[in-house]
């Protein structure tokens, strides 16, 4: 826990750290979107700029800004000295649907991760970097396929599509950032009972078919807007003083 001043680079270094930025090409790292001068006591939160994100920055009285996509934002409308950061594929990979330790956690995960899919990127100069899991495997208690829906619909909100296959109950849940046939197959292999991702993809239908998995597709939106409470969580963990605002 850290109870100094803060400054818009102590913030991106702390969330270089828990992304794990260092395993992708340094122009999808994220970091500082827009330097900025001010002694941060009120970091604002969103996915990307909206309409009356100007006001909002104002009546909140935010020294900075993470947005999760900043491309679009008209920086002019700011106040010279409030700062932007931004992470994005970071941000997807880490806190959303994929391999997630604090949605493992909320899951109610019984034992060690499993990571299952990896991806790989390489340096400017080709050298390759860390592989990153784009999925987890977790074990939990005993349960039926409705609960365990139910349980995702509290956590995320609700969910675009879901299908009990012909599972007799949920004990393993796979949490994968992407649906192919050859991942469905890998859960099923694994012992997981239940797919959850986060778009439905009719390649996999084959593979779901074949293995009778159970699918939870959450939908993209709904695990970004997850991953943002729990990005101003593990925030307000490390300086308790910082006041977090979330705009969903």
């Known amino acids: 826990m850290n109870t100094t001043t803060l400054s818009l680079t102590d913030i991106s270094d702390f969330l ?15 970091g500082i979107y827009r330097p900025g001068t001010r002694p941060i006591a009120r970091l604002g939160i969103a996915l990307e700029p909206f309409p009356g994100l100007a006001d909002w920055v104002e009546q909140e009285q935010l020294d900075a800004l993470w947005l999760h996509r900043p491309w679009h934002l008209n920086t002019d409308a700011l106040p010279s000295d ?12 880490t806190l959303t649907i994929g391999y997630c330790e604090p949605l493992a956690s909320q899951l109610d995960a019984t034992g060690d991760l499993e990571p299952i899919g990896y991806k790989q990127a390489t340096t400017k100069t080709g050298e390759p970097l860390p ?10 208690n005993g349960q039926e396929f409705d609960e365990c829906l139910d349980h995702v619909k ?19 849940i796979a949490v994968v950032g992407a649906m192919t046939d050859e991942l469905v197959r890998e859960a099923a292999e694994r012992g997981a009972n239940v797919y959850l991702t986060g778009q439905y993809r009719k390649p996999a239908q084959d593979a ?5 998995m159970a699918v939870i597709a959450v939908g993209h939106r709904r695990s970004e807007e997850w991953g943002l409470r729990a990005l101003a969580d593990m925030i307000r963990a490390e300086w308790p003083q910082l006041t977090v605002i979330v705009n969903e």
């Open 16 to 30: 270089h750290t828990q992304l794990a930025a260092g395993r992708y090409p340094s122009d999808e790292q994220g």
């Open 82 to 93: 409030v700062g932007v950061l931004y992470h994005h594929l970071p941000f997807d990979e």
């Open 131 to 140: 592989k990153r899991a784009i999925g987890m495997l977790l074990d939990v």
């Open 208 to 212: 779901v078919n074949d293995t009778g």
């Open 154 to 172: 509290g956590l995320l909100g609700n969910y675009d599509r879901a299908e009990a296959g012909r599972q007799f109950g949920v004990d393993r």
